[in-house]
C-alpha cells in the first residue's frame, strides 16, 4: 500500500535551516506530482510547495518563496524540502503529499494520499 514516512522536523530558532525529507513506497514515485503542506495549531492545512514527476517545474505558496526550496531523487523515492531562514510563524505540523490534481494554489482537496507529519518549531 502507499505509505509517506517524513523525517527531518525538529526546533531551531529563527534564521536557522532545516531539511525535511519524505520516503515513498508502495507506488510508483516517479509517475506523481507531490507536495508539502502544513497545518499550524488552530489554522487549516496550507500547501507549501509542489514538485513535477521529473523535479523541472516547482510551486510555492508566496510567504516561503526564496526560503524554502522542495526537490526530490526519484531513484531513491525521496522527496524533501530545504527550509532556511526560517521564522516563528514557519511553525506547524509539516506533511508529505501525493497530490492527484494540480491547481494553484495548492489545494488539500488536490491530494490523494497524507503522511503522518513532522513537526517544525521556530522559536524566536
Known amino acids: 500500500q502507499v505509505q509517506l514516512v517524513e523525517s527531518g522536523g525538529g526546533s531551531v530558532q529563527a534564521g536557522g535551516s532545516l531539511r525535511l525529507s519524505c520516503a515513498a513506497s508502495g507506488y510508483d514515485y516517479s509517475a506523481y506530482f507531490m507536495a508539502w503542506f502544513r497545518q499550524a495549531p488552530g489554522k487549516g492545512r496550507e500547501g507549501v510547495a509542489r514538485?513535477?514527476?521529473?523535479?523541472?517545474?516547482?510551486y510555492y505558496t508566496d510567504s516561503v518563496k526564496g526560503r524554502f526550496t522542495i526537490s526530490r531523487d526519484n531513484a531513491r523515492n525521496t522527496l524533501y524540502l530545504q527550509m532556511n531562514s526560517l521564522k516563528p510563524e514557519d511553525t506547524a505540523m509539516y506533511y508529505c503529499a501525493r497530490l492527484r490534481t494540480i491547481s494553484t494554489p495548492l489545494k488539500p482537496e488536490s491530494v490523494t494520499y497524507w503522511g503522518q507529519g513532522t513537526q517544525v518549531t521556530v522559536s524566536s
Open positions: 514538485i513535477s514527476t521529473g523535479g523541472a517545474s516547482t
